[in-house]
């Protein structure tokens, strides 16, 4: 299993000193079956008069920090070792109630799955009901696989990521209409045309496995990175990454996973003071492997 370290920094900076409201901090990632965290550093300076942990209302650890100090800068710095367990590509079988679309949920998880089903954003003309139905066979019952895999790829393999400093996540349409977008934007597409085929998805942030802009042939390191788990019956939570064309969890390293992109900020608060006090925010995020010094440290 390998042994990666997680270094993630961000500062921001100010033109002088202001206060600082409530902060919301979600990097640690989800110790799983496949997912161990082994050790977990959380430093911020000026250091929260404080400092507490909890779970959100999908499990995710969230650490939330409040200050008495004003300063110039704001730092935040996460190291993480984690053992990665990254699952093999599912297979359905015929025997299993999801190998070929349309199937049904058992009675007993709809209920829970009926938010991940739902779509949450407007499609007024049709036009991602019409790009999902594109991956159905009309002749005959398609393979689900085959619709969950080409839809990951034509993503990827027809529109073009781009790094976007607006924040938030643009609305699915516009992914649409632009051909464009980032990782984000990429997974909430993904997961509002499944949802439009009555296929449960959810939206997943967290890293991809290396240490620059360029990781394993895929795009999006350097910083934080999102993707898309469907939920099959009998398989479970599967993850997509439509940006790089993974099917599991090769490279993916979960950190939180959300019905909608606004649940799953990495990082989030405000400072109290002018609106022009703002200078810039800084991030430095590397994942990299521990070494075996580290392994045993933590054995």
């Known amino acids: 299993m390998p042994l990666l370290t997680i270094h993630h920094k961000t500062v921001y900076r100010y033109t002088r000193p202001v206060a600082f409201g409530e902060h919301r901090i979600m990097l640690r990632p989800r110790d799983s079956h496949d997912l161990r965290v082994l050790a977990s550093r959380l430093v911020i300076d000026p250091q929260p008069m404080r400092l507490r942990w909890i779970h959100d209302v999908f499990g995710n650890s969230v650490a939330i920090a409040t200050f008495d100090d004003r300063a110039e800068e704001l730092s935040f710095v996460s190291t993480v070792t984690v053992k990665h367990n990254p699952a093999e590509e599912f297979a359905l079988t015929p025997d299993d109630p999801a190998y070929f679309y349309p199937f049904l ?111 394993h042939g895929h795009v999006g390191g350097g910083s934080t990175h999102a993707w898309v788990q469907v939920y099959l019956p009998s398989a479970g939570w599967i993850e997509f990454d439509p940006t790089n064309g993974i099917v599991g969890t090769r490279d993916l390293i979960r950190v939180a996973v959300a019905r909608d992109p606004r649940q799953a900020i990495p990082l989030h608060g405000v400072y109290l003071g002018a609106a022009d006090a703002f200078l810039r925010m800084d991030v430095d995020i590397n994942v990299v492997p521990a070494g075996e010094d580290a392994e045993r440290e933590m054995a």
């Open 105 to 215: 949920y058992d009675d007993e998880e709809f209920p829970d799955l009926q938010q991940f089903i739902t779509p949450q954003y407007g499609d007024p003309n049709g036009e991602l009901s019409a790009w999902a139905l594109r991956f159905l066979d009309v002749q005959a019952p398609t393979p689900t696989f085959n619709i969950l895999s080409s839809m990951t790829h034509r993503i990827r393999e027809t529109f073009c990521y781009r790094r976007r400093h607006e924040q938030g996540t643009q609305h699915p349409l516009d992914t649409l209409q632009t051909k464009s977008g980032t990782c984000r934007d990429y997974a909430l597409f993904m997961i509002e045309a499944l949802r439009r085929l009555g296929i449960a998805a959810r939206f997943v942030s967290g890293y991809l496995a290396g240490d620059s802009g360029t990781v």
